[in-house]
Structures are given as structure tokens and as C-alpha cells.
């Protein structure tokens, strides 16, 4: 798939969190090139135990709180997993980072996942995670009818679900690449791009303060809006 520059438009209005379904799909198959990871958070029922509505909320207002103080791209989607569920996907988070804040809101376990590419195209690598253990992983993720079809054990974006399908055992090894291609931007584009690329690669390194990787993540929207604007100059 080739990023134009009605694409990368789709990307900053991620960053604002008002992307639909097409493009939380996107991410998640590893089309979108500047999404390196995707974490699956929430503050609902910590310890696995039913909390009252008013407790859900508070817990949930203060963690997309520390998700705008970190700088994080995130957009909110709901699910319903036994119960009704509001949580957050999270884009560009490091692992340990995303265990800290599961740990932290009382959850038992938390999804992450990696972007990797090879010969054959992009996927993500997706990690049921509990505590600091990996559980489980899993290269695919679905959306199709089926999924749709579905009464429970589901998340959901603009009123359509996708699930990664853990503890399946008919998609153990199963995997989806595609292909990204840079090719229709500009020389400028190119460049501006190719910083921003790196920035959000730095800001998921672990060995760095958190203070470092804060700045990655606040120069890389930067260079985002630059690279957008650039394209729009010539258009």
C-alpha cells in the first residue's frame, strides 16, 4: 500500500484520536510504517474484580490523563470481555512502560505489540502479557464477518469489532504481512519523514530516561505536521 499524502493526513488525525475502524485496522496489520508498537490498556475491574461505573471512570480518566502527559498517540474503543469494557489503544509505547502503567492500574494481564518486517512484508506481533511474562503471542488479528457476529469477547471501534485471536489454537503460527511503500511522497517529504521515523524508533528505547523518550515522542508529531506540510505546499 503506498503512503500518499491523504494518508499521512489519516495519520495526524490519529494522533488526534479520531481515526475510525479502516485505520485501527491499518495499524494493526502493520500497514501504517510509523507505528512501531500498539498497546491494549485499561483501568476498568483492577485485581479482575467488578467495579462500580464511578470507580471504572475514575480510573480510566486517570489513565488517559498519564497518556496525555507522556505524549502518547491514543484513541478510545470499547469491547465487552464477560462485561462491557472502555480501554485505549495505544500507539508508540514501549513495553516495559505499558507492564508499568497494567501494573500500576491494578490489571492482571495487558496486550502489546511489535512491528516487524522481513522479505515477505510488515505484521505485528502481538504479546498477551501478565505482569512481565509473556503468556502467549500471536501475528494476526481479525475483523472479518464472523468476528462480527460476535455477542462477546470482542473489541470495537466506530461500531465494528476485531479480536486477536489468544488462546486459539487454530492460529498458533498463523501470521499477515503487507507491504508499505514511501515511493509517492516527495524528495522534502522524504527527508522530513524519514527524521520523524527515527524519532519515534528512539522514543521506544528502553535504556533511555523517560525524559528522553517524552522529547522523541513530542519531536516526532513535530516532524509529522512538517512533513505534511510540506506536501501540502506543492500540491
Given at each position: 500500500?503506498?503512503?500518499?499524502?491523504?494518508?499521512?493526513?489519516?495519520?495526524?488525525?490519529?494522533?488526534?484520536?479520531?481515526?475510525?475502524?479502516?485505520?485501527?485496522?491499518?495499524?494493526?496489520?502493520?500497514?501504517?510504517?510509523?507505528?512501531?508498537?500498539?498497546?491494549?490498556?485499561?483501568?476498568?475491574?483492577?485485581?479482575?474484580?467488578?467495579?462500580?461505573?464511578?470507580?471504572?471512570?475514575?480510573?480510566?480518566?486517570?489513565?488517559?490523563?498519564?497518556?496525555?502527559?507522556?505524549?502518547?498517540?491514543?484513541?478510545?474503543?470499547?469491547?465487552?470481555?464477560?462485561?462491557?469494557?472502555?480501554?485505549?489503544?495505544?500507539?508508540?509505547?514501549?513495553?516495559?512502560?505499558?507492564?508499568?502503567?497494567?501494573?500500576?492500574?491494578g490489571q492482571e494481564s495487558i496486550i502489546w505489540g511489535h512491528r516487524e518486517?522481513?522479505?515477505?512484508?510488515?505484521?505485528?506481533?502481538?504479546?498477551?502479557?501478565?505482569?512481565?511474562?509473556?503468556i502467549q503471542t500471536r501475528q494476526v488479528s481479525m475483523s472479518g464477518r464472523?468476528?462480527?457476529?460476535?455477542?462477546?469477547?470482542?473489541?470495537?471501534?466506530?461500531?465494528?469489532?476485531?479480536?486477536?485471536?489468544?488462546?486459539?489454537?487454530?492460529?498458533?503460527?498463523?501470521?499477515?504481512?503487507?507491504?508499505?511503500?514511501?515511493?509517492?511522497?516527495?524528495?522534502?517529504?522524504?527527508?522530513t519523514y524519514r527524521k520523524y521515523i527515527k524519532c519515534v524508533k528512539e522514543?521506544?528505547?528502553?535504556?533511555?530516561?523517560?525524559?528522553?523518550?517524552?522529547?522523541?515522542?513530542?519531536?516526532?508529531?513535530?516532524?509529522?505536521?512538517?512533513?505534511?506540510?510540506?506536501?501540502?505546499?506543492?500540491?
Amino acid at each position: 500500500m503506498r503512503i500518499t499524502k491523504s494518508k499521512l493526513k489519516q495519520i495526524i488525525r490519529e494522533e488526534l484520536n479520531e481515526a475510525g475502524f479502516a485505520r485501527t485496522r491499518q495499524a494493526m496489520t502493520g500497514v501504517v510504517p510509523n507505528i512501531e508498537t500498539i498497546a491494549f490498556l485499561t483501568g476498568e475491574n483492577p485485581g479482575g474484580e467488578p467495579a462500580p461505573p464511578e470507580v471504572n471512570k475514575e480510573n480510566n480518566a486517570a489513565l488517559e490523563s498519564r497518556l496525555k502527559a507522556g505524549n502518547y498517540g491514543f484513541r478510545k474503543i470499547k469491547g465487552k470481555f464477560g462485561s462491557h469494557e472502555k480501554s485505549f489503544m495505544v500507539m508508540n509505547i514501549p513495553r516495559s512502560e505499558a507492564t508499568t502503567l497494567g501494573q500500576d492500574l491494578g490489571q492482571e494481564s495487558i496486550i502489546w505489540g511489535h512491528r516487524e518486517e522481513d522479505e515477505e512484508g510488515a505484521y505485528f506481533n502481538f504479546e498477551y502479557i501478565e505482569g512481565e511474562t509473556t503468556i502467549q503471542t500471536r501475528q494476526v488479528s481479525m475483523s472479518g464477518r464472523d468476528v462480527q457476529d460476535r455477542d462477546d469477547f470482542y473489541s470495537q471501534v466506530k461500531g465494528r469489532k476485531f479480536i486477536i485471536p489468544f488462546f486459539d489454537d487454530d492460529y498458533e503460527g498463523a501470521s499477515m504481512k503487507v507491504k508499505t511503500d514511501l515511493n509517492e511522497l516527495t524528495e522534502p517529504q522524504r527527508v522530513t519523514y524519514r527524521k520523524y521515523i527515527k524519532c519515534v524508533k528512539e522514543s521506544l528505547l528502553e535504556q533511555k530516561t523517560p525524559k528522553y523518550r517524552w522529547q522523541k515522542r513530542g519531536v516526532a508529531k513535530v516532524l509529522l505536521q512538517q512533513t505534511i506540510d510540506e506536501g501540502r505546499l506543492r500540491a
